[in-house]
């Protein structure tokens, strides 16, 4: 089942514009991880951020953490069309053993 | 990190044969795992790959018809045994050099068409 929840769906920006999307989750978490994955290829891991983190940023990318509400939000900023992708949030499965996925979002980023 | 290279790429195969996906890691990894990939759709998890004892299959999956074999600690096979349609999907290989919920390095994935 799914664990975390992407909103919204699709995404469609120009580029320079700042991207937003959204995740929600169900049970307890360690930490939460964002993944790209680029049509026809597999996924590439962007940041991790624990439970007891708010806030991590990485490059053009913030990630922010709200455990109360069981939500997580990646930011990217100054979009560029190479930011065309769908995005996942990851976080573990209630054994502890292994990575459940959401739906993602498909960000399009036009020039 | 770790670099995973998965094979086939793609393949189209016929109804009721078996197809086997090899996933090489070039660093030894703790764990390995499988996951299928519908078109447009989430991750979904097949198994967890153990290295030197049977693995771990999640909800709805079982170890006759997705048969996974992992010899070592940077090689692993999924075998999609007795195919049907409904099998087409994208078969996914990742690893993780940390525990089970830490970064996962992944394949560029097998596309599978069952004719």
């Known amino acids: 089942s799914q664990q975390g929840e992407e909103d919204p769906q699709a995404l469609s920006i120009q580029e320079g514009e700042n991207a937003t999307m959204n995740c929600s989750y169900k049970t307890s978490i360690n930490n939460l991880q964002w993944y790209r994955q680029n049509s026809g290829r597999g996924l590439v891991h962007l940041i991790l951020?624990?439970?007891?983190?708010r806030e991590k940023h990485s490059g053009r990318l913030r990630v922010t953490l709200d455990t109360s509400k069981k939500s997580s939000s990646l930011l990217i900023t100054a979009s560029r069309a190479a930011d065309t992708a769908s995005y996942f949030c990851?976080?573990?499965?209630?054994?502890?053993?292994?990575?459940?996925f959401g739906k993602g979002t498909t960000l399009s980023v036009s020039s | 990190s770790a670099v995973i290279s998965q094979k086939p790429s793609r393949d189209i195969c016929q109804r009721g044969t078996s197809l086997t996906i090899q996933c090489q890691v070039d660093?030894?990894?703790?764990?390995m795992f499988w996951y299928r990939q519908q078109p447009g759709q989430s991750l979904t998890l097949i198994a967890t790959a153990n290295q030197g004892s049977e693995a771990t299959y999640e909800s709805g999956f079982v170890i006759d018809k997705f048969p996974i074999s992992r010899p070592n600690l940077t090689f692993s096979t999924l075998t999609v045994s007795n195919m049907s349609p409904e099998d087409s999907s994208i078969y996914l290989c990742?690893?993780?050099?940390?525990?089970?919920?830490?970064?996962?390095?992944f394949g560029s994935g097998t596309q599978l068409s069952v004719l």
């Open positions: 660093s030894q990894v703790t764990m």
């Open positions: 990851a976080t573990g499965n209630q054994a502890g053993t292994a990575l459940i």
């Open positions: 990742s690893a993780t050099s940390g525990g089970s919920n830490e970064k996962l390095f």
């Open positions: 951020i624990r439970s007891n983190e």
